[in-house]
C-alpha cells in the first residue's frame, strides 16, 4: 500500500499569502494519478486537481499542482477567504486507492 | 449533470450489516468508463477509500475491509450498494459515494454524505 504523508498538518497563513501544501509518497506514483482535494466542514470533498496538475473547470487559477514520483506540492496564491478549508492529496497509481492525512489551512 | 444522493440507516447495531444505497440522477451507471466509489470519514479524520464497482460490474476493496465488504450494482434502478459486514464502533462514520473516472481515477462527483453511527 502507497502511504501518502501530508505536512504540515495545519498551515497558518492570513488572506493574501501563498499556501504551499506537501504530499509525499513511501513509494513513485505517476502523476498520471495524483489527485488533489479541498474539504470544507460538513461538505463532501471537491475536486480541486487531476493528473498532479490539471486544474479542474471552475477552479480559480491561483490553484496549481507540481510534482512526480514521490514528491507533490498543492500551491495556493494569494489565499481568498473561501480558500480556508482542509486539503488531501489521493493516489490510484497502485491498489489500494489511498488519501493523504489532509492538511488544514487556517486563518492566522 | 450527474448527482449522487446516499440512503440508508442512521444507526446500526453492532455485529450487525451496514447497508447503504447509492441513487444516480442524471446519468447512467451502465454506460461510461466509471467506477462507482465508497469512501467513509470518521469524525474529524481522513478519508478512506472503501472500494469500487466499475461500469462492466468488476469490484475492487480495500484490503483492510474486502472481509466485510460488498459493493453491488442494479441497474434497473441506477444505484449502488454498499455492505459492511460485522460492523463495530470503529465502523462510525460519515459514508460518501462518489463517482471516479476510469482514465485518471479522480473522483469529480460526490453525494452530500450520510452519517452512520454504529451503537447498541
Given at each position: 500500500e502507497i502511504v501518502l504523508t501530508q505536512s504540515p498538518g495545519t498551515l497558518s497563513l492570513s488572506p493574501g499569502e501563498r499556501a504551499t501544501l506537501s504530499c509525499r509518497a513511501s513509494q513513485s506514483v505517476s502523476s498520471r494519478y495524483l489527485v488533489w482535494y479541498q474539504q470544507k466542514p460538513g461538505q463532501a470533498p471537491r475536486l480541486l486537481i487531476?493528473?498532479?496538475s490539471n486544474r479542474v473547470t471552475g477552479i480559480p487559477d491561483r490553484f496549481s499542482g507540481s510534482g512526480s514520483g514521490t514528491d507533490f506540492t498543492l500551491t495556493i496564491n494569494r489565499?481568498?477567504?473561501?480558500?480556508?478549508a482542509v486539503y488531501y492529496c489521493q493516489q490510484?497509481?497502485?491498489?489500494?486507492l489511498t488519501f493523504g492525512g489532509g492538511t488544514k489551512v487556517e486563518i492566522k | 449533470q450527474v448527482q449522487l444522493q446516499e440512503s440508508g440507516p442512521g444507526l446500526v447495531k453492532p455485529s450487525q450489516t451496514l447497508s447503504l444505497t447509492c441513487t444516480v440522477s442524471?446519468?447512467?451507471?451502465?454506460?461510461?468508463?466509471y467506477y462507482w466509489t465508497w469512501i467513509r470519514q470518521p469524525a474529524g479524520k481522513g478519508l478512506e477509500w472503501i472500494g469500487h464497482i466499475y461500469t462492466s460490474g468488476s469490484t475492487n476493496y480495500n484490503p483492510s475491509l474486502k472481509s466485510r465488504v460488498t459493493i453491488s450494482a442494479d441497474t434497473s434502478k441506477n444505484q449502488f450498494s454498499l455492505n459492511l459486514s460485522s460492523v463495530t464502533a470503529a465502523d462510525t462514520a460519515v459514508y460518501y459515494c462518489a463517482r471516479g473516472n476510469g482514465n485518471f481515477y479522480y473522483m469529480d462527483v460526490w453525494g452530500k454524505g450520510t452519517t452512520v453511527t454504529v451503537s447498541s
Amino acid at each position: 500500500e502507497i502511504v501518502l504523508t501530508q505536512s504540515p498538518g495545519t498551515l497558518s497563513l492570513s488572506p493574501g499569502e501563498r499556501a504551499t501544501l506537501s504530499c509525499r509518497a513511501s513509494q513513485s506514483v505517476s502523476s498520471r494519478y495524483l489527485v488533489w482535494y479541498q474539504q470544507k466542514p460538513g461538505q463532501a470533498p471537491r475536486l480541486l486537481i487531476y493528473g498532479a496538475s490539471n486544474r479542474v473547470t471552475g477552479i480559480p487559477d491561483r490553484f496549481s499542482g507540481s510534482g512526480s514520483g514521490t514528491d507533490f506540492t498543492l500551491t495556493i496564491n494569494r489565499l481568498e477567504p473561501e480558500d480556508f478549508a482542509v486539503y488531501y492529496c489521493q493516489q490510484y497509481g497502485s491498489s489500494p486507492l489511498t488519501f493523504g492525512g489532509g492538511t488544514k489551512v487556517e486563518i492566522k | 449533470q450527474v448527482q449522487l444522493q446516499e440512503s440508508g440507516p442512521g444507526l446500526v447495531k453492532p455485529s450487525q450489516t451496514l447497508s447503504l444505497t447509492c441513487t444516480v440522477s442524471g446519468g447512467s451507471i451502465r454506460f461510461g468508463s466509471y467506477y462507482w466509489t465508497w469512501i467513509r470519514q470518521p469524525a474529524g479524520k481522513g478519508l478512506e477509500w472503501i472500494g469500487h464497482i466499475y461500469t462492466s460490474g468488476s469490484t475492487n476493496y480495500n484490503p483492510s475491509l474486502k472481509s466485510r465488504v460488498t459493493i453491488s450494482a442494479d441497474t434497473s434502478k441506477n444505484q449502488f450498494s454498499l455492505n459492511l459486514s460485522s460492523v463495530t464502533a470503529a465502523d462510525t462514520a460519515v459514508y460518501y459515494c462518489a463517482r471516479g473516472n476510469g482514465n485518471f481515477y479522480y473522483m469529480d462527483v460526490w453525494g452530500k454524505g450520510t452519517t452512520v453511527t454504529v451503537s447498541s
